[in-house]
């Protein structure tokens, strides 16, 4: 299988941008996902297909994408965006492998 | 509303098996596959494998690999997972989720998580 590499911590002042990588050889011929996961919480999907945005999902969240890298943005960070975020996705066979996970804290 | 409702928290001794229930509604079953991913204490999502409810069809991963079965029962539209030959390593939170077939959409929908308690 394949896997996806994200750093452990990322913190950020309110109101600044974070972002949160994740590197994977599979990422430039595979679609990506992000989730973001509260404490004790199930994980929420934010972006899928690399970019795209589900409805509900505030504007601030975004991604971009960069060869064997993506990345996850969240501009003008509030407090409540405090929690981890995982990318994820999937080979050709439908094996899915979820990255190493990012916590995410505002200071 | 679309939803996923877990089977309650299970506590079970190494060496046994546990078999945990995904209860969907609010759309049709059979368009969705079901995925199961668990987080172990403290750390990240480990994806488990997939099951087509049209066909039956599963993919699971390598890791879990003869010890894992994913069915589904389209009547009563829940999906399970058993679990066979449990190690303290695998006391977690398991989670179902879905994804449309073929979409790329992604795991749009969660259940709330059931704990499994892996203790002598």
């Known amino acids: 299988s394949f896997e996806l590499t994200q750093p452990p911590s990322v913190s950020v002042s309110p109101g600044q941008t974070a972002r949160i990588t994740c590197s994977g050889d599979?990422?430039?011929?595979?679609?990506a996902y992000w989730y973001q996961q509260r404490p004790g919480r199930a994980p929420i999907l934010l972006i899928y297909?690399?970019?795209e945005r589900p409805s509900g999902i505030p504007e601030r969240f975004s991604a971009s994408t960069s060869g064997t890298t993506i990345t996850l943005t969240i501009s003008g960070v509030q407090a409540d965006d405090e929690a981890d975020y995982y990318c994820?996705?999937?080979?050709?066979?439908?094996?899915?492998?979820f990255g190493t996970g990012t916590t995410v804290t505002v200071l | 509303q679309v939803q996923l409702v877990q089977s309650g928290a299970e506590v079970k001794k190494p060496g046994a098996s546990v078999k945990l229930s995904c209860k969907a509604s609010?759309?049709?079953?059979?368009?969705?596959?079901i995925n199961w991913v668990r987080q172990t204490p403290g750390q990240g999502l480990e994806w488990m494998g997939w099951?087509?409810?049209?066909?039956?069809?599963?993919k699971y991963a390598q890791h879990f690999q003869g010890r894992v079965t994913m069915t589904t029962d389209a009547s009563i539209r829940t999906a399970y997972m058993e679990l066979s030959r449990l190690t303290f390593d695998d006391t977690a939170v398991y989670f179902c989720?879905?994804?449309?077939?073929?979409?790329?959409?992604?795991?749009?929908?969660w259940g709330q998580g059931t704990t499994v308690s892996v203790s002598s």
């Open positions: 994820q996705s999937a080979d050709s066979s439908g094996t899915a492998v």
């Open positions: 599979v990422l430039p011929n595979q679609y």
């Open positions: 297909r690399d970019t």
């Open positions: 609010g759309y049709t079953f059979s368009d969705y596959y």
């Open positions: 989720t879905r994804d449309f077939s073929g979409s790329y959409n992604g795991f749009d929908v």
């Open positions: 099951i087509n409810p049209n066909r039956g069809s599963t």
